[in-house]
């Protein structure tokens, strides 16, 4: 059973760190792309970050190159995402997701596999 549980959220205040943690289970994971995507409230669901199966390549939306890191831990099954300098405007349920494809996926339909989000508040 292909399952992504995603698990760090919490409440930050502004310009603080937080760690988002994605552990996969049924599929070869070592050969999908991985990505974060985000929704806030009223908004569309918007990509984070995305890396490669070998983290040979990453990705990083507008807004959060800089700050957001995304890294793998392909023994352990796991996707990370590291948000530092958070700001209000990064408060969403964040998810992860897994792609069926060799390169970086940027749009929610190349993903096939999605975890049930965690949330992340930011203020003070």
């Not at 059973?1 to 996969?24: D, I």
């Not at 984070?48 to 700050?67: F, L």
């Not at 405007?89 to 970086?104: K, L, N, S």
Request: net charge negative.
């Amino acid at each position: 059973q292909t399952q992504l549980v995603e698990s760090g959220g919490g409440l930050v205040q502004p310009g603080g760190s937080l760690r988002l943690s994605c552990a996969a289970s049924g599929f070869p994971f070592d050969t999908y792309t991985m990505g974060w995507f985000r929704q806030a409230p009223g908004k569309e669901r918007e990509g984070v970050a995305s890396i490669t199966g070998s983290s040979a390549y990453t990705h990083y939306e507008y807004g959060v190159e800089g700050r957001f890191t995304i890294s793998r831990d392909n023994a352990k099954n796991t996707v990370f995402l590291q948000m530092n300098s958070l700001k209000p405007e990064d408060t969403a349920v964040y998810y992860c997701a897994a792609a069926r494809v060799p390169d970086i996926a940027t749009t929610a339909s190349e993903y096939d596999y999605w975890g049930q989000g965690t949330q992340v508040t930011v203020s003070s």
